[in-house]
């Protein structure tokens, strides 16, 4: 079965500090790789996806980017934070023919 | 452009009622269509999905929706409640076509169930 994960859990950074989070996939190969974001109260917001090394789609313009470097891993980047970066990040893999969405436990950012 | 409505920002019901979530798509073709459920602080977990077929989809909790196109609609149901059932639901809708499946999600429905 597929596992995904997120680290780190829960991360609180200055505004202007860089940011790495990282999302990784177990059990198989060559998903597509979403990464979505959702503020306090609202609903969940596409931010990049992948369907395979090295092929990023930005679905919303702004302080944020996104790498591919292996196939199971999906990170979400920043040069520098600003206070509107918090929130929280779900990556999910998709699954079969279907590409059915699964999410990782997230990760809680907190710009301050 | 695509949206998801989900008219209930907030709903409470008593353990053991039955429960009716609503939501509503624009999409400019059939697409595929999700239900989530996600607990504070926690990931999403798909409760049922429609693709194709029959219009009345099981899911797991005892959930299930039924979608009608007339309507543009994708309901989620359960005929009892129960206390753990307390959370967020999110419905999603999806492309059919293309090599990736990007959602476009509902502002979610809170469940309060009371004892």
């Known amino acids: 079965s597929q596992t995904i994960h997120q680290w780190p859990a829960t991360l609180v950074q200055p505004v202007g500090s860089p940011l790495s989070l990282e999302c990784t996939v177990e059990g198989t190969s060559n998903p597509n790789l979403y990464w979505y974001r959702q503020a306090a109260g609202r609903g969940l917001q596409l931010l990049f996806y992948?369907?395979?090394?090295?092929?990023i789609s930005s679905e919303v313009p702004q302080n944020l980017s996104a790498s591919r470097p292996q196939d199971r891993q999906f990170i979400l980047s920043s040069k520098k934070l600003l206070l509107s970066d918090s929130g929280f990040y779900l990556c999910?893999?998709?699954?079969?023919?279907?590409?059915?969405?699964?999410f990782g436990p997230g990760t809680r950012l907190t710009v301050l | 452009a695509q949206s998801v409505t989900q008219p209930d920002i907030h709903i409470t019901v008593s353990e053991g009622a039955s429960l009716e979530l609503r939501c509503n798509y624009s999409y400019g073709a059939t697409p595929y269509l999700f239900w989530y459920v996600q607990s504070p602080g926690q990931g999403l977990q798909l409760l049922l999905k429609y693709f194709s077929g029959d219009t009345l989809v099981q899911g797991i909790k005892g959930f299930e929706a039924e979608f009608k196109r007339s309507q543009s609609s994708f309901n989620l149901r359960k005929p009892s409640v129960h206390w753990s059932d307390a959370a967020e639901y999110f419905c999603?809708?999806?492309?059919?076509?293309?090599?990736?499946?990007?959602?476009?999600f509902g502002s979610g429905t809170q469940l309060t169930v009371l004892p």
């Open positions: 992948s369907v395979g090394i090295g092929q």
């Open positions: 999910a893999h998709g699954d079969g023919t279907t590409d059915t969405q699964y």
């Open positions: 999603a809708v999806g492309p059919k076509s293309g090599s990736a499946r990007q959602l476009t």
